[in-house]
T-cell receptor, first 112, second 115 residues
Framework: ETGVTQSPTHLIKTRGQQVTLRCSSQ?????VSWYQQALGQGPQFIFQ???????GRGNFPPRFSGLQFPNYSSELNVNALELDDSALYLC???????????FGPGTRLTVT | QQQVKQSPQSLIVQKGGISIINCAYE??????FPWYQQFPGKGPALLIA?????SEKKEGRFTISFNKSAKQFSLHIMDSQPGDSATYFC??????????????FGQGTILTVHP
């Protein structure tokens, strides 16, 4: 088990709603990345935060946004939910500059 | 554009056998190649990783072979056990520009080890 925690474990939302997912990074890790994993697929990079600033972004629309706090925990916000947003959302953390990324257990989001 | 291609999609081996999963990449800016193991309902767990200046890395029953000129790398699981049954993902880390630190994953291989 890594020291990365995520909440909530599961949630169900309706199309058009907004959702906030939370991640606490492993102790000593100042970089957090978010990934979306659709069923049967590999994780896809959404964005990365380093020292409270977005440090890279994948091919996701602006309705996917994030924050990183001074304690390096992070939030992923998704506005105007679509059915295709149903997925496992994963948070990974690492020490800045380190290669190894450690994943949390994920949040399973279902959009109906 | 899928930058990391993984094969096979699924693999069945007998207990004690060797499991081999292959990946190929295109982006020469990749500088680190990890393998992750994922059980149902869990997040991916880092298994083993290699940097491109090394051709092979072994940790216990797990070995990565890396061919930089062919842009290919593979995971070998020796003496496969039923507990190894999981989905395996190869990945590659981007060292370039605005994608720095981003991991690009393969599509995954579902490994089943029969007792």
């Amino acid at each position: 088990e890594t020291g990365v925690t995520q909440s909530p474990t599961h949630l169900i939302k309706t199309r058009g709603q907004q959702v906030t997912l939370r991640c606490s990074s492993q102790s000593g890790h100042n970089t957090v990345s978010w990934y979306q994993q659709a069923l049967g697929q590999g994780p896809q990079f959404i964005f990365q935060y380093y020292r409270e600033e977005e440090n890279g972004r994948g091919n996701f629309p602006p309705r996917f946004s994030g924050l990183q706090f001074p304690n390096y925990s992070s939030e992923l916000n998704v506005n105007a939910l679509e059915l295709d947003d149903s997925a496992l959302y994963l948070c990974a953390s690492n020490r800045g500059g380190a290669y190894e990324q450690y994943f949390g257990p994920g949040t399973r989001l279902t959009v109906t | 554009q899928q930058q990391v291609k993984q094969s096979p999609q699924s693999l069945i081996v007998q207990k004690g056998g060797i499991s081999i999963i292959n990946c190929a990449y295109e982006n020469t800016a990749f500088d680190y190649f990890p393998w992750y193991q994922q059980f149902p309902g869990k997040g991916p767990a880092l298994l083993i990783a290699i940097r491109p200046d090394v051709s092979e890395k072994k940790e216990g029953r797990f070995t990565i072979s890396f061919n930089k000129s062919a842009k290919q790398f593979s995971l070998h699981i020796m003496d496969s056990q039923p507990g190894d049954s999981a989905t395996y993902f190869c990945a590659a880390r981007d060292a370039g520009g605005t994608s720095y630190g981003k991991l690009t994953f393969g599509q995954g291989t579902i490994l089943t080890v029969h007792p």
